[in-house]
Each structure stands twice: as C-alpha cells, then as structure tokens.
C-alpha cells in the first residue's frame, strides 16, 4: 500500500513503513543502486512520513549537488580556469573508518580500567545504528540517519535518559576517533533534539515500597533464612544497591556500636556505582 503524499515515499510490510525511491536516472553513475530502499522501524503512520520527509529533502539536496558537480566539469570545457561553483558545496565523498573499526579504536583507547558495561553500551549503541542505517565511514553519517535512530529508540519504548545516553556515546565515540585520525568532525550526532521540548516527560516518580510489603518480605525470608534472603532482607533494610549489598565483607557490618550498621565502600572485587555511594 503506497502513500500518495508528495513528501512520502512510503510502502508497508508486515505493518512496518519502509521507505523507497528511485534514483533519477542520470544519477545512477554515482548510485550502486536505481532505487533507495530501507525500513523507518515504525509501524507508526504519523512517524512514518515525517521520517521520509527528512530523508527526502536530505536526498534532494545531496541529488542537487551531483547535479552541478557535474554542471561544473562540463562549463570547464569552456573555461581556461578549472570552474566551481561557490553556492553549492560539492557533496565530500564519505571517508574514514566504518563504524565498526572506529568501534575497536574507541574501545581500545577508553576501555582499559572501566567496567564492562562501558564497552557493552557502546556496542549496544552501534549495534542499533547500524541495525537503522548500515555501518558507513563515521564520517558519512548525516543528521536525518540519526534522527531515525532517535525516532526508532523512542518508538521502542525506551526511555529519554536511556536514548539521550545512546546517542551521547556514538557522539564521543565519532569525536574521539575522528581527533585520533585526524579527519574532519562530524556534527550529525552533536545538539540532537530528543523531544521537541527538552522536557523529560517520560519520567515519572516511583512510589515507594509501602511498608507492610517490606514487612511481609522480611518475615518470609526469616523463614526462608538461606544467603540470597539475607541479602534480600539487608537490602530491604538499608536501601542498598544490590550490588552494594553483595560486596560486602564481614569487616563492612558494624554490630557492636552504639548504632548497628554496615559500611559501603569500593573493594577490588567491586567498585562503587558513584562516589556518592
């Protein structure tokens, strides 16, 4: 089922919206392909076409500059002097290292001494761009490409502070390599707008645990009285982080003071989320 608005390109598969559309023909010289095909990864109609609309100005415009790239070589036929042409800049060809190399160099310059949830999230932050759009040269990427990481995170459910995170990784990760190798930055993924209001209206307050649940908790693991309810029981008497909770050690649980209580501090074996804990 085909779209007929003019800034929409637009079909459906199993419900999903992809969009396609031809290649003028007298640029398929600078296409591998005669047409440009690819899911929104929305099922989303409203989305759906103000994704296209982006892709589509962004598709004329660079369809543009071929055009008088070409227009130049055929003036300077005429002309002594090589022409240019000053209006319209000539689309850079892409370069630089595709996403996935850029991904070992970061990793190999950031990684050391971090936790592994470091290179997890940056590895789950390219999977999903190129999961969107391809792993391209870090320096191909175009605004609209992460816009429609973006738009797609957040038709997933995933919340702001979550997505405002992915894209904030990518972004260091393609400035950090484009220093590195000495390429030109890329602005695609700096300032990129999650909500047209930054306002995180997604975040809403978690009511607390109310207090005959904790009750009810305590007295079932008493009961129970085995090493994962006491690290139950603890957390639910202290507040701790789970993993606060089981990286303590015997000198950590003060007993014998004028107030019992246990002490949260960074061990080899497990460091401290913040330095607030």
Not at 123 to 129: E, F, I, P, Y
């Amino acid at each position: 089922m085909w779209e007929t608005n003019e800034a929409s390109y637009l079909f459906q598969k199993r419900g999903v919206y992809y969009y396609s559309r031809r290649v003028p023909k007298d640029l398929w010289s600078s296409f591998r392909r005669d047409r440009v095909v690819f899911s929104l990864r929305t099922k989303a109609r409203s989305k759906a076409l103000k994704i296209a609309s982006r892709v589509s100005l962004k598709l004329e415009d660079q369809w543009q500059g071929l055009r008088w790239q070409h227009c130049d070589q055929v003036l300077e036929r005429f002309t002594s002097v090589p022409f240019t042409t000053p209006a319209i800049p000539a689309v850079a060809s892409p370069s630089g290292p595709l996403l996935t190399k850029a991904a070992e160099i970061y990793l190999a310059g950031k990684a050391s001494n971090r936790p592994k949830t470091f290179s997890q999230a940056v590895n789950r932050a390219v999977a999903n761009l190129i999961d969107e759009v391809g792993d391209l040269p870090i320096t191909s990427y175009t605004r609209v490409q992460v816009n429609a990481l973006r738009d797609r995170l957040k038709s997933s459910g995933l919340a702001t502070a979550s997505i405002r995170r992915q894209l904030s990784t990518l972004s260091a990760l393609v400035n950090y390599v484009s220093k590195e190798l000495g390429l030109a930055p890329n602005p695609a993924f700096s300032g990129v707008i999650i909500h047209e209001v930054e306002v995180d209206g997604d975040t809403h307050k978690r009511p607390s645990v109310p207090t005959e649940i904790i009750a009810a908790v305590q007295q079932r693991c008493l009961e129970m009285d085995d090493e994962a309810r006491w690290a139950v029981a603890l957390v639910s008497d202290t507040g701790l982080r789970l993993s606060e909770a089981l990286g303590l050690v015997k000198e950590d649980v003060i007993l014998d003071g004028p107030v019992p209580h246990v002490v949260v501090r960074s061990h080899p074996w497990r460091r401290l989320k913040t330095s607030a804990s």
